[in-house]
């Protein structure tokens, strides 16, 4: 059965902080690896891993895929207020859009 | 561009009512996706569509129908509600396969089944 886990399922940092969140993953024929953030509503993209690009970044901002592992890290580096948020990992596995996501991590970042 | 659109926003149903769950997009998106999000459970995919009048199922589709008869809507439909029901209900769309392009999420209509 296609599984993504995510850990730790919750965090509280101070401003100014580096964080670090994990995803592994157990997909059948996996395609690609994805981060969103989710604030109040909907998710929001963030960054797509693959075979060809395992390491992303964006400003304060940067993941890193391990096929070896079947796992990838989010890194967040001086970490603000707004960063407040929970990071879903989604895998796409098989099928013509099948993502499979992780429970999530909800982030909170206190003054 | 309005992005992807859902109503209502809110929906409140007795159990065996039946009801259809809108979702629209103005971007001239082929894949739409309707998925529910329970509390520990993450983000759950019911049925997809990879353009107008093909759909298929996802991890989680009994009790929900679909149908995509234009590019642009993506209706969700519960047959007969019940309280395993109760769930946040969100609507994305892309240009292509999720997992190799933006998937651009609606703001959720949260759903309640007594």
């Known amino acids: 059965e296609d599984k993504v886990v995510q850990s730790p399922l919750s965090l509280v940092v101070h401003e100014g902080d580096t964080v670090t969140l994990n995803c592994s993953y157990e997909?059948?024929?996996?395609?690609?690896l994805l981060w969103y953030k989710q604030e109040k509503k909907a998710p929001t993209f963030l960054f797509m891993l693959?075979?060809?690009?395992i390491e992303k970044k964006s400003g304060r901002l940067s993941s890193i895929l391990d096929k070896k592992e079947l796992s990838s890290i989010l890194n967040i580096t001086a970490t603000q207020t707004g960063d407040s948020a929970i990071y879903l990992c989604?895998?796409?596995?098989?099928?013509?859009?099948?993502?499979?996501f992780g429970t999530g991590t909800r982030l909170t970042v206190i003054p | 561009n309005a992005g992807v659109t859902q109503t209502p926003k809110f929906q409140v149903l007795k159990t065996g009512q039946s009801m259809t769950l809108q979702c629209a997009q103005d971007?001239?998106?082929?894949?739409m996706s309707w998925y529910r999000q329970d509390p520990g459970m993450g983000l759950r995919l019911i049925h997809y569509?990879?353009?107008?009048?093909?759909?298929d199922q996802g991890e989680v589709p009994n009790g929900y129908n679909v149908s995509r008869s234009t590019t642009e809507d993506f209706p969700l439909r519960l047959l007969s509600a019940a309280p395993s029901q109760t769930s946040v209900y969100f609507c994305?769309?892309?240009?292509?396969?999720?997992?190799?392009?933006?998937?651009?999420f609606g703001p959720g209509t949260r759903l309640t089944v007594l």
């Open positions: 569509s990879v353009g107008a009048g093909i759909t």
């Open positions: 693959t075979s060809s690009g």
């Open positions: 989604a895998v796409e596995g098989t099928g013509a859009n099948n993502l499979f």
């Open positions: 997909v059948t024929n996996f395609r690609s």
């Open positions: 971007m001239n998106h082929e894949y």
């Open positions: 994305a769309s892309s240009y292509s396969r999720a997992g190799t392009d933006t998937q651009y």
